[in-house]
Nanobody, 115 residues
Framework: QAQLVESGGGLAQAGGSLRLSCAPSGSIFNINYMAWYRQAPGKQRELVAGITNGDFTNYADSVKGRFTISGDNANNTVCLQMSSLKPEDTAVYYC?????????WGQGTRVTVSS
């Protein structure tokens, strides 16, 4: 069964950068939308950024101007470039994909930002 696999998480200092990547393992057809969500300890999962297959993007207010989402429709991959990181960006980041048949979630990659 196809799933999404994230990579690129880790430890960064405040003000630093990290790049997350997500790719499917197996075939996923008709992806219309891909996104990154995050969940910090004790908090609900929240949308960070999303991108449609027409390259329309949306961002949480908290990351606008600091994070950039990009996608590759041919390979069904999505990346999240994170800059000017803050300690409050510390969370597990999840990749998400929506198709007309079902949606998919990755298992998450941890990002820790130290002050």
């Amino acid at each position: 069964q196809a799933q999404l696999v994230e990579s690129g998480g880790g430890l960064a200092q405040a003000g630093g950068s990290l790049r997350l990547s997500c790719a499917p393992s197996g075939s996923i057809f008709n992806i219309n939308y891909m996104a990154w969500y995050r969940q910090a300890p004790g908090k609900q999962r929240e949308l960070v950024a999303g991108i449609t297959n027409g390259d329309f993007t949306n961002y949480a207010d908290s990351v606008k101007g600091r994070f950039t989402i990009s996608g590759d429709n041919a390979n069904n991959t999505v990346c999240l470039q994170m800059s000017s990181l803050k300690p409050e960006d510390t969370a597990v980041y999840y990749c998400y994909a929506w198709t007309p048949l079902r949606d998919y979630w990755g298992q998450g990659t941890r990002v820790t930002v130290s002050s």
